[in-house]
């Protein structure tokens, strides 16, 4: 986490006229005692929080870079579900949490910006000449999105991404937090992973997640987290977020697990966490960032986990749970 001590509710601007009024003058002489500890304890906390924004306060990032899965990108049919056709025009507006609250016991998030990052597009599918367009992702140079995969059912993964973003958005609200998204179904594309990485970036998020599902053999099930690799090439520069990315990863490895009864994966990482070097998404952040790739929808057992709405809305506490963890902690 990004430490932010709470500061205590300290009101800037004593010196009103009304101060220097001579029938205040006992008030006057208290002030002067009073006052100036309290500007002082003020301008100390100011220069925290700067401090402790400036972390993540990067310039943007090159215009160039990439995401994508690695056993996930399998190409869904371009008869596939149709995108949802009731697009939010709040895609990448942040929420109506005040700016620079502090925490409360009600609202432990206030204050804080967290990314939200659907993977994948609905409509990526007819888009195939943008989507397949390589963008650098500082060691690489790879597609600027993918289509994602499906269920063979042909619940696709950019609708499930979608679906739990929302779900978590909503309770990260309700936490105070302001939530940014890269996409919210309201886009005919993409975004690129560079971008995707970029809106956080410049978001000046303390935290980001990007929601995928794998498309593994059938025969694999359960879930795992992604964390960056270390990579400083171009553009990419994954120095200052691996150690903050790693704590959120373990969060959310064990929210997940205990949120969902979902098992880690029995086919890739260990224990259910993975580190990358090859997405464009987390080479590119300069915010702690990881992926959750929440189950293989090619499995039975997880694609009908994952075509539950109530089991989606676990998911989604989930990933609030861990953000809030990794925020408050
Ligand atoms: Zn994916």
């Not at 990314?115 to 000449?129: E, I, R, S, V, Y």
């Amino acid at each position: 986490m990004i430490g932010r001590t709470t500061p205590s509710p300290v009101e800037p601007d004593p010196f009103g006229p009304e101060h220097r009024t001579p029938r205040w003058r006992p008030a006057v002489k208290l002030a002067s005692v009073v006052l100036p500890v309290c500007l002082i304890g003020w301008l100390g906390w100011q220069a925290v929080a700067n401090s402790s924004r400036d972390v993540t306060a990067h310039p943007a990032v090159s215009p160039h870079y990439a995401e994508g899965d690695r056993v996930d990108a399998d190409a869904l049919p371009s008869d596939s579900p149709a995108p949802d056709g009731s697009p939010s025009a709040s895609a990448a507006a942040p929420s109506s949490a005040p700016a620079g609250a502090a925490g409360t016991a009600d609202r432990p998030l206030a204050g804080k910006t967290v990314l939200l990052d659907p993977g994948h597009n609905t409509a990526n599918g007819k888009h195939t000449a943008e989507i397949n367009r390589k963008v650098d992702i500082g060691n690489s140079h790879k597609e600027c999105d993918t289509t994602g995969t499906s269920t063979n059912a042909g619940y696709s993964e950019a609708e499930y991404t979608l679906d739990v973003v929302h779900r978590a958005r909503q309770i990260l609200q309700d936490r105070g937090a302001t939530v940014v998204l890269t996409q919210d179904g309201d886009r005919p594309w993409g975004p690129c992973i560079d971008e995707r990485a970029r809106i956080g970036n410049e978001a000046k998020a303390d935290a980001a997640v990007s929601i995928h599902a794998d498309g593994a053999p059938a025969s694999g099930s359960g879930f795992h987290v992604i964390m960056p690799a270390k990579v400083v090439a171009g553009p990419a520069d994954t120095s200052a977020i691996v150690d903050p990315s790693h704590r959120l990863g373990v969060l959310l490895r064990d929210a997940f697990k205990a949120g969902t009864g979902e098992p880690t994966s029995s086919y890739i990482g260990q224990q259910g966490l993975d580190t990358r070097s090859d997405l464009g998404g987390l080479n590119l952040s300069k915010i702690p960032k990881v992926f959750i790739e929440c189950g293989n929808m090619r499995n039975t057992g997880d694609a009908k986990r994952m075509s539950d709405p109530e089991w989606r809305q676990r998911a989604a506490q989930a990933v609030a749970d861990a953000l809030t963890s990794y925020l408050t902690g």
